[in-house]
């Protein structure tokens, strides 16, 4: 049986529970979730939800079993919360399980494996015991060195000192955060006479060897990733440290944020229409490179408009390559696919054969750079409670079937003639439908999109 099975009622009951003193963040720990996606979960009651609701839409999206959350809920200890779940399933075996007989802290862990049927990654042998995990010792700097031993390289030309970065950064002021996501918080400061942008990679020590060890590997990708791929609408990498327990990198910095702060931050300037479509065109041109500048594509995989970041001019920049990886392709030429070993990204950009079958093709930033299009827009949000379906994608499609367009949906916040915003957007529509195909081999491919941005601009 699936999480996805689960009743109406024994969902909210759960959730009731795991939200109770936060105990879902537990839940979401063991079971791999990254940094990123418990952050996201943290905000959920700004978007109308809990949590705990929102953990469960995505175990169940995961396809995950209800023996395997029950033993995750045994594992947190939470012994009422493994109740709830079995007694509202038709399945009662190794019900003693929950009982005094057996104490919660023992449950051996090490069986929640990674396979095909949840996306938990393994947990070391060692961590028999939950109370296993708050004791390890792992250092980043160790990490690090692992890593290089497997043979990954850094140019030595952008290695900075850490007092540099402490004294660029006002010792790593809270006045200088620009903002906080994924295994780092990123600090504004002046490095080298230039104002910079510096992401500090977080690693608490009562984190598990595998977050860690996750948060560095991703790290030393885009490290690699920024210093050898150059080009204008790719974020400029000017420096790293892999020194102190901290490891930190040096951005350029971007003046107007994120798209995502543009788009839904009401406090700030709307974008117009010929803004919009300059921000769509540079991000298309980044991605375009990154997909043919070698015989094989390099596949960002968390194309969104968090990771698109402006400069003072607006110019688009894309960032984060943490999750990135290389493609592959066919003797004809065409996109191949591979499977990937457990599913990250952000849900809501994320396409359907990625989130059911782990499938990884150049088609995947295809799919996610189509629901930026409908972001930018209708200046709706990716995913939402107040409207239904929740997910941007589904509510497009839904709402073409239903009314036969979509024109009542654009974004009356832009600020130009109704003209000239009718135009673009309808040509936003056009390609963010063929770019969110549920079929991969349907959606076009980024050069195709690129010329036609290009002639309409």
Known sequence: MYVYELSFRCREYLATALDLNSDWEDIAALLGFPAQEVYFLRQACSR????????????AAQGITVEVLRQVLIAAKNVRAADILLSHTSTRT?????????????????????????????????????????????????????????GISLPEAMRAKYEEIKD????????????????????????????????????????RKSHMKDGVSQLVKELQTLSLYRHDNILCLYGY????????????????????????????????WPERQRIITGTCRGLNFLHTCADQPLIHGDVKSANILLDHHLEPKIGDFGLCRTGGLLDTGEDSYFIASHINGTFAYLPPEFITKKRVSSKLDVYSFGTVIFEVATGQSPYSTSRTPENLVQYMRHQRFH?????????????????TGADIYETFIDIAFQCTNVQPEMRPSLSEILRRLEFKA
């Open 48 to 59: 109308g939800n809990t949590p705990a609701k929102e953990m469960l839409q995505i175990l």
């Open 403 to 419: 009314f036969g367009t979509v024109n009542h949906l654009i974004d009356v916040c832009a600020f130009d003639k109704m003209a």
């Open 241 to 272: 440290c892999l020194e102190e327990s901290t490891p930190c990198l040096i951005y350029q910095f971007m003046a107007n944020g994120s798209l995502e702060d543009r788009l839904h931050n009401k406090a700030l300037k709307p974008l117009s």
């Open 168 to 207: 660029a950064t006002d010792d790593f002021s809270p006045a200088n955060v620009l903002g906080q996501g994924g295994y780092g918080i990123v600090y504004k400061g002046r490095w080298k006479d230039t104002v910079v942008a510096v992401k500090r990679i977080v690693l608490q020590q009562n984190n």
């Open 94 to 150: 190794q019900k003693s399980s929950t009982s005094a007989e057996q104490t919660p802290s023992t449950l051996d862990v090490a069986k929640i494996r990674n396979n095909d049927s949840y996306g938990a990654p393994v947990l070391e042998k060692e961590l028999t015991k939950v109370q296993c995990v708050n004791s390890l010792k792992i250092q980043p700097a160790k990490l690090v060195s692992d890593l290089l031993e497997d």
